[in-house]
């Protein structure tokens, strides 16, 4: 893949991730966008969703910012996976709101990386702040070549 773009990997890695992300496909997740060092996820929030307090529940809102970081640090095509996050739940997620998870790099130095996630729903309002932090095992592909 020497003669592609850093966009063009990212969408190889994109491609080839989701094929396999079982827990996306079955959460309906989507990865709407994706870019070195960014990716944004999307969810609808369904009735199955929802918490005793008829609210989405903060598992299930972790994982869309989740997927949306592990896309994004993985779009350089090195093996990354979480070595950590932490979240910050702001407002609900309701039934029938549609919530963007958006990843931007923070920072990629060594071994290492922290990025930042904001959670919004479909009216732009904030629902959660999420910063994760990752490993890349350095030499192995995120997908198959």
Do not use: W
């Not at 929030?45 to 640090?73: K, Q």
């Not at 979240?87 to 309701?94: E, H, L, Q, T, Y």
């Amino acid at each position: 893949m020497s003669d592609t773009t850093a966009q063009q990997i990212a969408e190889h890695v994109r491609r080839g991730m989701f094929a396999n992300d079982r827990a996306l496909q079955a959460l309906g997740i989507a990865v709407t966008e994706i870019a070195p060092g960014r990716a944004t996820a999307t969810m609808a929030v369904r009735e199955d969703m929802l918490n005793g307090h008829d609210i989405c529940h903060g598992g299930l809102i972790s994982t869309l910012a989740d997927s949306a970081f592990a896309y994004a640090c993985n779009s350089y095509d090195e093996l990354t996976v979480a070595s950590g996050f932490s979240v910050d739940f702001v407002a609900p997620g309701r039934l029938g709101d549609v919530l963007a998870a958006r990843c931007a790099e923070v920072s990629r130095a060594g071994r290492t990386g922290v990025y930042d996630v904001e959670v919004t729903n479909q009216k732009g309002e904030r629902v959660a702040i999420f910063r994760g932090r990752s490993y890349t095992a350095r030499g192995r592909p995120a997908v198959p070549r």
